[in-house]
């Protein structure tokens, strides 16, 4: 494992994972990202993409892994009981949260995902050491040699926004979040001030969203936008709507590279469409 800061896509989609030859390029599978750096592997969100990543690390185990949680809407949470490291004695995973509120907590949200008539097994399956921490949305939090400010999104039932550093390099995951008119997120450009790499919760268009206000989602013309106030190096566009196939998100790129032309110092594009597979190195 390299010591540098550098995040892998496993899953970019949003809402619910598709499958199709329209699908192809960008992906079908639903949010989930590998992020390494000092010796450390942290995963964030536990959606259909996490399955491919689980059996990419199994031959890895030993295993000692955090995966954090944005929020805990099914699309988010779809992959979890499909982690092949969660089904080897030898491993470690800690869960961690910090949008929910009382009476709910992390493990009781997927304690009750995993019970009939929804699912056919419960926890006890899982024969890797467990643990489920929560947090306050809003602390800082030290893994290791990483250290993850954090902030609360505008979503529905609550979301945390992430900010990576390492080495002084830094990676913000803004994901799922819904943008006020006519004016930037303060707590968003705030932790993300500076960032090499901003992901940002772009489901939709500027010209879509009145269909959608209240969904608790944002566009990639607001990602653009708060980058820019931001200061970010990089945005990477994500959480793509089931309803975009790839000639739609082929024209976003195309849209947004003309808004943010260039690379960065390093070589990585100002403006990048996610796809699975896809590893970015500040």
Avoid at 70 to 77: I, K, S
Avoid at 147 to 165: D, K, M, Q, S, V
Avoid at 204 to 217: F, M
Wanted: charged share 20%; with cysteine; proline share 5%.
């Amino acid at each position: 494992m390299a010591d540098g800061l550098k995040v892998r896509f496993w899953g970019v989609r949003g809402s619910i994972s598709c499958a199709g030859p329209e699908y192809v390029r960008y992906g079908g599978n639903t949010s989930c990202l590998e992020v390494t750096a000092g010796g450390r592997r942290l995963i964030f969100d536990a959606g259909s993409g996490i399955r491919t990543l689980g059996l990419d690390l199994v031959r890895q185990a030993p295993l000692d892994l955090d995966i954090y949680f944005t929020h805990t809407h099914l699309d988010h949470l779809s992959g979890l009981t499909f982690f092949a490291p969660l089904f080897d004695a030898r491993n470690s995973v800690r869960l961690w949260a910090g949008h929910l509120e009382a009476p709910h907590t992390l493990k009781s949200v997927v304690n009750n995902l995993m019970q009939a008539p929804i699912y056919p097994v419960t926890l006890d399956i899982f024969r890797a050491s467990v643990g489920f921490k929560e947090f306050r949305c809003g602390d800082t939090l030290d893994c290791g040699p990483i250290t993850l400010r954090t902030a609360p999104l505008n979503h529905p039932n609550g979301a945390t926004g992430y900010r990576i550093e390492h080495g002084g390099k830094s990676i913000c995951y803004i994901t799922d979040t819904e943008h006020r008119d006519g004016e930037r997120d303060k707590t968003i450009v705030e932790l993300c001030r500076g960032a090499d790499v901003m992901i940002y919760d772009s489901s939709y268009t500027d010209e879509e969203y009145e269909r959608y206000r209240g969904w608790g989602h944002s566009t990639w013309q607001e990602g653009v936008r708060v980058a820019d106030a931001a200061g970010v190096g990089t945005l990477a566009i994500f959480h793509h709507d089931p309803s975009h196939d790839d000639a739609f998100m082929d024209d976003v790129a195309r849209k947004a590279a003309v808004l943010r032309p260039g690379s960065v110092p390093g070589g990585l594009p100002r403006v990048i469409v996610a796809h699975e597979g896809l590893t970015l190195v500040p």
